[in-house]
């Protein structure tokens, strides 16, 4: 088993900046792929950025070229670099954890509101 924990969520201004952060702990050898998942009211949960282990990522074009997603393997952590936020950003921030044979892991979510 995996657990998640988030923390970083708030409210931002448009144009601003915001770090999420996602601690693992419990079978963290097993796990694989890392990132972040959004859910927005009345929409499906889609996903943000992912990177891999050996660091390889990938991004929504959404958020190309404004959201940078790390990994930090020694502190079991994944991280989530949102610059120019915009107000359909807002939503409901997940992490998400996959392990070598599949199973997927959630974290509590984090709620990230763009407004002015």
């Known amino acids: 088993q995996v657990q998640l924990v988030e923390s970083g969520g708030g409210l931002a201004q448009p144009g601003g900046s915001l770090r999420l952060s996602c601690a693992a702990s419990?079978?963290?050898?097993?796990?694989?792929?890392m990132g972040w998942y959004h859910q927005a009211p009345g929409k499906q949960r889609e996903l943000v950025a992912r990177?891999?282990?050996?660091?390889?990522?990938d991004y929504a074009d959404s958020v190309k070229g404004r959201f940078t997603v790390s990994r930090d393997n020694a502190k079991n952590t994944v991280y989530l670099q949102m610059n120019s936020l915009k107000p359909e950003d807002t939503a409901v921030y997940y992490c998400?954890?996959?392990?070598?044979?599949?199973?997927?892991?959630w974290g509590q979510g984090t709620q990230v509101t763009v407004s002015s």
């Open positions: 998400y954890a996959l392990n070598f044979v599949g199973g997927i892991y």
């Open positions: 419990g079978s963290v050898l097993s796990i694989n792929d």
């Open positions: 990177i891999s282990r050996g660091g390889s990522t």
